[in-house]
């Protein structure tokens, strides 16, 4: 059927006049000329300018010639167009498109929506979506937000297989074909990898063993610190070295892996409050208050008691100076006694859920509420000894700490610290740093994730925890608190010289 304001004048003004219900056949009644249909005001607009025939769009042609049509216009136009066309604005009013018209073009517009609303929800969980779908949907996710992973070991392989000696070392080209990395059960890192896994924002790893406590542990975590760095400046078209929130955030933005560093193990202080605030000025933005031994200070996981009066005093310095408290490795004392110190949120770095697996490296469910009230987050750990307390786990193993840690603490307090290259039987599914996407996949599974949850445990949670201890740190620049002076007390072999 031809647009109404095709019609000759006479069968228009027939149809305005008729007061009739019919359709004329086909053509619509008095009430379907009322307002003047928008595409035939454009199209008018165009003609009837000065650059008519410039406007009119290539391909598109018009019933009869286009002074023809010009002249329609000028008679149909509504009147602030008619009146530029004819000189006249005493036409009646102007048409409007028959009403079926209008309600075929509304259930289009409703289809539309419909699609838009489905789409989302179709890849958003419940298992209506194909795999192939979720995963394209957290890669599109990851793209816009970071994953943030809270503990790699890698640098401590640097240290084993190259006593860091990395002039060689090309991380950027991939290490799975190259020895002693490729028949290594402890290696799952490299940059093609990381890019496969999406990885935004990386804690590297300052890992100090327990056999250097007491003895050089504080040279250890510099040089293991200095060789993070390094391996950061050698690969900058991929890493990027950052120390708070707003840096990491840019990195990914830039398309660069955050690179942040954890340094493992409270005995690399050496009792001393001066190395921390060494430690943190040389870029280090956790500590991870234990390893598998005690110090002088806090008890490692598996032993009983607590922080002494200077393990609280590191609690202290670390919230003043904006250094994460990380709690994995610590003894349920040890980490309460954290958590009612600290001001600040604090982090198992790379933990699971004790409730799911009952190792002491693992959170119980009294120390979960306690990291919600204080704002904290549990970054699960991948290593299968600690997801399933046996030799093998799966993806769904790992989700099931995930899921957990949801129900207890809540989905803000849950974040993801793998732990590779410092395991050597990872998850299967989660063979190495690739393999994140899929996990994450995963969890769109289940209609109570919904894309923003998983957003916030792939690593906004942990970005909420670094803005928060940059907010505490600021606050307490601000009320003038004064660095900490409190000392663990004589150590052996300790020394004080006086002038000769």
């Known amino acids: ?82 009146a530029s066309a004819s000189g006249s604005s005493d036409e009646k009013p102007t048409p409007r498109r028959p009403r079926w018209r209008i309600a075929l073009a509304a259930l289009v517009v409703l289809a539309a929506l419909g699609a838009a609303l489905a789409l989302p929800l ?36 640097v240290r084993k297989f190259l006593h860091n000696k990395i002039s060689d070392f090309n991380l950027s080209a991939g290490l799975e074909g190259l020895e002693p990395w490729a028949r290594s059960r402890w290696s799952h890192t490299d940059i093609p990898r990381l890019r496969l896994g999406q990885v935004g924002a990386q804690f590297w790893s300052a890992y100090v063993p327990c056999g250097a406590r007491d003895r050089d542990a504080v040279q250890l975590a510099l040089e293991q610190m200095d060789v993070i760095k390094r391996i950061v400046e050698m690969n900058a078209a991929h890493l990027s070295l950052v120390t708070d929130a707003s840096e990491l955030l840019d990195a990914h933005r830039e398309g660069r892996i955050a690179s942040l560093i954890g340094v493992e193990g409270g005995h690399a202080l050496g009792d001393s409050l001066a190395v921390l605030r060494a430690f943190y000025q040389l870029g280090a933005r956790y500590l991870t208050v234990t390893h598998t031994c005690d ?16 393990g609280r005093a590191v609690v202290r310095e670390m919230n003043r100076l904006g250094m994460i408290v990380d709690l994995s490795h610590a003894g349920e004392d040890t980490a309460r006694d954290a958590l009612e110190t600290s001001q600040a949120p604090v982090v198992f770095s790379h933990s699971g859920a004790a409730a799911i697996c009952n190792s002491t490296r693992n959170v119980p469910d009294e120390l979960l509420r306690m990291i919600a009230a204080n704002g904290g987050v549990v970054m699960i750990n991948f290593y299968a000894k600690l997801v399933t ?83 505490v740190r600021d606050e307490w620049r601000r009320a003038a608190v004064l660095p900490g002076e409190e000392s663990a007390g004589a150590r052996r072999g300790d020394c004080v010289y006086g002038p000769a």
């Open 122 to 157: 179709a890849l958003g969980g419940g298992g209506r979506a194909t795999p192939e779908q979720r995963l394209t949907t957290i890669r599109r996710m990851l793209r816009d937000s970071p994953l943030v992973d809270g503990h790699n070991d890698l640098a401590w392989n």
């Open 1 to 82: 059927m031809e647009p109404p304001w095709e019609l000759e004048l006479e069968v228009r003004r027939h149809i305005e006049n008729c007061a009739c219900p019919c359709d004329h056949m086909g053509y619509g009644n008095y009430m379907d000329y009322r307002v003047a249909p928008a595409a035939h005001a454009c199209l008018c607009r165009a003609i009837t300018s000065p650059h008519a025939h410039a406007a009119v769009p290539e391909g598109m042609t018009f019933p009869g010639s286009l002074p023809d049509v010009a002249e329609r216009c000028g008679r149909w136009a509504p009147d602030s167009l008619s």
């Open 295 to 310: 110090n002088r200070w806090a008890r490692a996981a598996g032993t009983s008691g607590g922080l002494t009066e200077f």
């Open 389 to 471: 307390c046996g030799e093998r786990a799966t993806v769904e193993d790992v989700v099931a700490h995930i899921n957990h840690v949801r129900r207890v603490a809540g989905v803000e307090h849950v974040g993801l610290g793998a732990g590779y290259d410092g395991i050597d039987a990872p998850p299967e599914g989660l063979e190495d740093v690739s393999r994140y996407p899929h996990l994450l996949a995963e969890l769109l599974r289940d209609p109570d994730w919904s894309e923003e949850d998983v957003r916030k445990l792939a690593g906004m949670n942990v970005v909420r925890v670094l803005r928060h201890v940059e907010r």
